[in-house]
């Protein structure tokens, strides 16, 4: 007989939420990418739930060409425009604006220390905090 893993209590009521805590949550991630689609989901999250914007990643991640900072970074007018009509993002302009502002950010810690990894890792000393 197989034990049901144990589970901190937010992730037991919903299919994304448990795949989220299964997954992903708390597991050490050192992809730039994957570190660039956190950091623009967290800061669409402010004020809202976190399951709202697990809902809506898939979505996030076509809008925002799969999270590629370069392409982020050279967002106009015009395409915040078109990504504040999408109904699968949260339309809130400083936020999308924020994901433009941090990929630039993002691309200029890459360039200064090799990969925002290294950087975000570095505060840390290069180890999860248990």
């Known amino acids: 007989m197989v034990d049901d893993p144990v589970r901190c209590a937010w ?3 919903d299919p994304a ?17 994957r570190l660039f ?3 623009v989901l967290q800061g669409a999250q402010a004020g809202l739930s976190w399951l709202t914007i697990l809902k809506k990643r898939d979505h996030y991640r076509l809008a ?7 392409v982020v970074a050279e967002f106009d007018a015009s395409r915040i425009k078109d990504l504040m009509k ?15 502002g941090n990929a630039r950010a993002f691309l200029e810690v ?3 220390i090799g990969s925002f990894d290294r950087f ?5 000393d290069y180890r999860p905090i248990q």
């Open 64 to 70: 925002f060409e799969d999270f590629d900072p370069a």
């Open 37 to 39: 689609e956190s950091l």
């Open 120 to 124: 975000i890792w570095s505060f840390v």
């Open 11 to 13: 992730a037991r009521n």
């Open 110 to 112: 890459q360039e200064e």
């Open 86 to 100: 999408n109904p699968g993002l949260v339309r809130n302009r400083r936020k999308i604006e924020s994901a433009r």
């Open 17 to 33: 939420y448990l795949a989220y805590h299964d997954q992903e949550w708390g597991v050490p991630l050192h992809d730039d990418r």
